[in-house]
Every structure is written in structure tokens, then in C-alpha cells.
């Protein structure tokens, strides 16, 4: 029998949108009909007036367990995302310890089990870890993330030849590889000219990293990837500048995608004096010429989704006069969905460029696609259901993270997710959180075969080459 039916709204996908009832059975949507003409199920749910979206894929979420639970932890940061409308998220490896070993991975899956909605978890690309890269792809890691610059947990960037090393194992798994694409010896050399100039307020840290930190980043990276085959991702894309390298390496056939954050579209430098060190992410806020340009390539396509790089602090970790003491980020899970969804209810995109940038994207990119980031028959059952029309205003007290500070504090929203569902069972309703989901989250494990790459030099790789000289010793 039909464990759930929906009746009555209206189901949004990228290319199309029709008035249906939604039929899901066993997690899994079973099938889609005119109103009224998918017979009985153990619950019928009126969704009337409402839309029926994908869920929220982000790819980019810190939730700080092991090391930092004060900040955050599966758990909560997971409720975070529920409330968000967002059903799949993928956790960053900059925890304490990193995840960069199969250890460490095993670890971390056993405190993902909390989790409410599916998760997907990376392993670190890094200078000290090259050896260990063969066993996270084998023990299942869902991508690999590459700090090209410092950030949170002050991991060290791998060199160049680390970079490459990392790629060319990687590339025949099909795994992507994410980004922090920022150039780490020109930020250091700038923050510290600064800081011995007693340069302490929040402006300066846009001085420290000016956009040329991304532009080189990106475009290093993308011949790299272009010579390896491997799939790269950029994540929060911050300036117009690296738009460039990056719209060129898809031009020349890379498996190149890019990702932007909110933060990156709705606030500028205009906005440091009013919100002082809550401002600092990695990479910075940057001017308004920048916040048109993304918004523009995120609807051209260049910018292929939206993510948030959740990173919880408290309050205290967050103030601080001096700017360099300041932590970096801050929580976006729960708030990237009504405020995106404000810009559609504005005419700035239509709800199914929306879907597209959220959910069917990111499904695509990172190899979900098709059991995730569409409503259909035999997809995963993963829905937000909106209420267009419903106002709320952002309060930091009122999110489900436990970093309670937001730069988007008083901001009025438009559009929400009123029910979230993960594989068929509600893990929001009405707004609130449901009793007994901890637990209900999975990783996701079905990624779907990518094509095997074609790198440019596969005779030149650094294995190929070692095995060459084994074969002739």
C-alpha cells in the first residue's frame, strides 16, 4: 500500500511545473497524478496552494564533530538543515582531527548516524595524505576537498606537486574534487604586512585577499584538472574575476563546476561597517561589482548552484575589534532557502531556475542524479514543501544551529519550506522539527558511475612513470 500521498499542490522541477498529487512508497516516489486519481495510502496530506520542490542538495557544510561540538555536531546541524529544506547536505573534512585517513573517515561516519537528513562526506586532499588517498576512495568517501588556501583549522595547503599527485589518483574514480580555490602564499605574505602595520579592522581583510588570490587558484587548478581528468568543483565563488578561468576551462571541455554562497550575493563591502567581524568569511565579502556578476553568472550558468559553507561559531568567536581574531563564517543551512526563495517571489528568477540551482545541479555534479534532485517516478522521495507567500524575518536566536549569529539578523524572507522530507518520512512539519527522525539521515552511497576521464597525459603521470621504472628495474 501507498505509505503517503500529497495532494493538491503544485510539483516544480527544473524544466516544468504541473498541478499533481505526489504518491511515495517505501521512501520512494511511486507515482505522480492528476489530483485525486492516485487512490488510497496510509496518510493523505492536503498540500493545496502549495509547491512541491526537490529538496535542497548542499555541498558544502561544516558541522564541526569531531573537535568543535561547541560550534556544532551532526545532530544539530542536520536539524539545521531540515528546517532548511535541504535533505542532502556534504560535510567538510576540516574537523579536529581532518578527515584524511580511513581511520578518521570510519570515525566520522559513526557520528554522522545522528544525522536526520542524507549526507555525503569528503576526504581531504593535503600534502601529508597522499598515500592514504586510494583507501577513502575505496572505503567510500563521497568527494575529496583540496584547501588551496588557510582557512578554519589552519590545515596546511599542499604544494602544487601535491595538488597534481592528488589528482591523477583521484581522476579514474570519478570523484570530484572541491575547492577552496584561494592562493595561500599571496594571503600570507599580505596579512602579515598588515597586521605588523596595526591594520586591524574589518575592511583590511579584503586587502589581505584581493580577488587575484581566486583568479590564480581557479585557473591553476583548472589546468591541472584539464591535465589530469579529473572533475573539480570551486566553491563559494566570491569575485567576478575568477568567472573568467572559470567559464574558460568549461570551454575547453574541463569537468569544472562552481558553486556561490548567499552571503556572496546579497552583501558588499558597503555592509563591513554595519556588521564589523560577524562579516568575515574565507574568501571575503567583496565589492557590489562582484555581488552583480555572480548573480548574473548564476543565471547564465557559469555558476552552476547555490551552497551556503555552513560554518557555525558562537557569538564570542565571532566579535572581536581586531579582525584577525575574528572566526570565519557562519551558519546558512536554515536561511539560504527563504532567501533565495525572497528572489523569486521578487521576479529575480523563476521557482524552476531555482530547483535547478538547489537540487538538480548538485545531484548532477557529484553523481546523485537521477534517484536525487528531481520530483519523478523511482526518484528518492526528498521534497520541500513551500508556502510562497509566507513572511518571516531571520533571528539568530530562532536557528537550530548552535552558532547563534547571523549577518542576515532582521532580514525579512519571503517563501519558506513549511514540511521537509526525507527519503518518504517528514523530518520537518509545520515548521517544526519531528520527534524520532535522529537518526533517519544515510550517506549516500548509489553515486552514479561518472564516464571515465581522458586526461591529457595519462603516460606522464607520476604512477605511470613509477610503474614504468618498476617494470624496468
Known amino acids: 500500500m501507498t505509505d503517503l500521498i500529497l495532494t493538491g499542490g503544485t510539483v516544480v522541477n527544473e524544466g516544468a511545473r504541473a498541478h499533481a498529487?505526489?504518491?511515495?512508497?517505501?521512501?520512494?516516489?511511486?507515482?505522480?497524478?492528476?489530483?485525486?486519481?492516485?487512490?488510497?495510502?496510509?496518510?493523505?496530506?492536503d498540500v493545496t496552494g502549495l509547491h512541491l520542490i526537490p529538496g535542497g542538495i548542499d555541498m558544502h557544510v561544516h558541522f564541526r564533530e569531531p573537535g568543535y561540538t561547541h560550534k556544532e555536531d551532526w545532530e544539530t546541524g542536520t536539524q539545521a538543515a531540515a528546517m532548511g529544506g535541504v535533505t542532502t547536505v556534504?560535510?567538510?573534512?576540516?574537523?579536529?582531527?581532518?578527515?584524511?585517513?580511513?581511520?578518521?573517515?570510519?570515525?566520522?561516519?559513526a557520528l554522522a548516524e545522528k544525522a536526520c537528513v542524507d549526507y555525503g562526506i569528503y576526504g581531504l586532499l593535503a600534502e601529508d595524505n597522499i598515500d592514504e588517498i586510494p583507501?577513502?576512495?575505496?572505503?567510500?568517501?563521497?568527494?575529496?576537498?583540496c584547501f588551496m588556501g588557510n582557512t578554519f583549522g589552519n590545515l596546511p595547503s599542499p604544494s602544487t606537486g601535491a595538488m597534481l599527485e592528488g589528482f591523477e589518483i583521484i581522476a579514474p574514480s570519478g570523484l570530484r574534487i572541491s575547492l577552496h580555490a584561494e592562493t595561500a602564499s599571496i594571503m600570507a605574505w599580505r596579512q602579515a604586512k598588515l597586521e605588523a602595520a596595526g591594520k586591524n579592522s574589518p575592511l583590511y581583510h579584503i586587502a589581505a585577499r584581493p580577488e587575484v588570490v581566486a583568479i590564480e587558484a581557479v585557473a591553476r587548478a583548472a589546468i591541472l584538472a584539464e591535465w589530469t581528468g579529473a572533475r573539480v568543483h570551486v566553491l563559494h565563488i566570491s569575485s567576478a574575476g575568477e568567472l573568467r578561468p572559470l567559464a574558460e576551462a568549461k570551454t575547453r571541455g574541463v569537468d569544472i563546476t562552481g558553486e556561490t554562497c548567499p552571503c556572496?550575493?546579497?552583501?558588499?563591502?558597503?555592509?563591513?561597517?554595519?556588521?564589523?567581524?560577524?562579516?568575515?568569511?574565507?574568501?571575503?565579502?567583496?565589492?557590489?561589482?562582484?555581488?552583480?556578476?555572480?548573480?548574473?553568472?548564476?543565471?547564465?550558468?557559469?555558476v552552476d548552484m547555490i551552497a551556503t559553507d555552513h560554518a557555525p561559531h558562537t557569538p564570542e568567536e565571532k566579535t572581536n575589534d581586531i579582525i584577525w581574531k575574528a572566526d570565519c563564517g557562519f551558519p546558512g543551512v536554515e536561511t539560504q532557502m527563504p532567501l533565495m526563495l525572497?528572489?523569486?517571489?521578487?521576479?529575480?528568477?523563476?521557482?524552476?531556475?531555482?530547483?535547478?540551482?538547489?537540487?538538480?545541479?548538485?545531484?548532477?555534479?557529484?553523481?546523485?542524479?537521477?534517484?536525487?534532485?528531481?520530483?519523478?517516478?523511482?526518484?528518492?522521495?526528498?521534497?520541500?514543501?513551500?508556502?510562497?507567500?509566507?513572511?518571516?524575518v531571520i533571528r539568530a536566536e530562532r536557528l537550530h544551529s548552535r552558532g547563534k549569529i547571523t549577518p542576515f539578523e532582521g532580514r525579512k524572507t519571503t517563501g519558506a519550506p513549511i514540511h521537509t522530507i526525507v527519503?518518504?518520512?517528514?523530518?520537518?512539519?509545520?515548521?517544526?522539527?519531528?520527534?524520532?527522525?535522529?537518526?533517519?539521515?544515510?550517506?549516500?552511497?548509489?553515486?552514479?558511475?561518472?564516464?571515465?576521464?581522458?586526461?591529457?597525459?595519462?603516460?606522464?603521470?607520476?604512477?605511470?612513470?613509477?610503474?614504468?621504472?618498476?617494470?624496468?628495474?
Open 342 to 392: 525572497s528572489e523569486v517571489a521578487a521576479g529575480r528568477m523563476t521557482l524552476e531556475h531555482y530547483v535547478r540551482i538547489s537540487s538538480a545541479n548538485p545531484a548532477r555534479a557529484f553523481g546523485m542524479w537521477p534517484a536525487k534532485g528531481r520530483i519523478a517516478v523511482g526518484a528518492q522521495a526528498d521534497i520541500a514543501v513551500l508556502d510562497m507567500a509566507r513572511e518571516e
Open 135 to 145: 583507501g577513502l576512495i575505496e572505503a567510500g568517501v563521497n568527494a575529496f576537498k
Open 90 to 109: 556534504f560535510e567538510m573534512p576540516n574537523t579536529h582531527p581532518p578527515t584524511r585517513s580511513v581511520k578518521e573517515f570510519r570515525e566520522k561516519q
Open 264 to 302: 556572496y550575493l546579497f552583501l558588499d563591502s558597503s555592509d563591513y561597517d554595519r556588521l564589523g567581524s560577524v562579516i568575515r568569511v574565507n574568501p571575503p565579502v567583496r565589492e557590489k561589482k562582484d555581488s552583480i556578476a555572480i548573480w548574473e553568472a548564476l543565471q547564465s550558468g557559469v
Open 423 to 473: 527519503r518518504g518520512r517528514f523530518v520537518q512539519r509545520d515548521r517544526t522539527l519531528c520527534d524520532g527522525v535522529r537518526g533517519h539521515g544515510r550517506q549516500v552511497t548509489a553515486i552514479q558511475k561518472m564516464p571515465t576521464p581522458t586526461p591529457r597525459n595519462t603516460d606522464q603521470s607520476l604512477a605511470a612513470l613509477l610503474q614504468q621504472q618498476e617494470a624496468a628495474e
Open 21 to 45: 498529487d505526489v504518491a511515495i512508497t517505501d521512501g520512494v516516489i511511486s507515482a505522480i497524478g492528476l489530483p485525486g486519481t492516485l487512490g488510497d495510502a496510509a496518510e493523505i496530506v
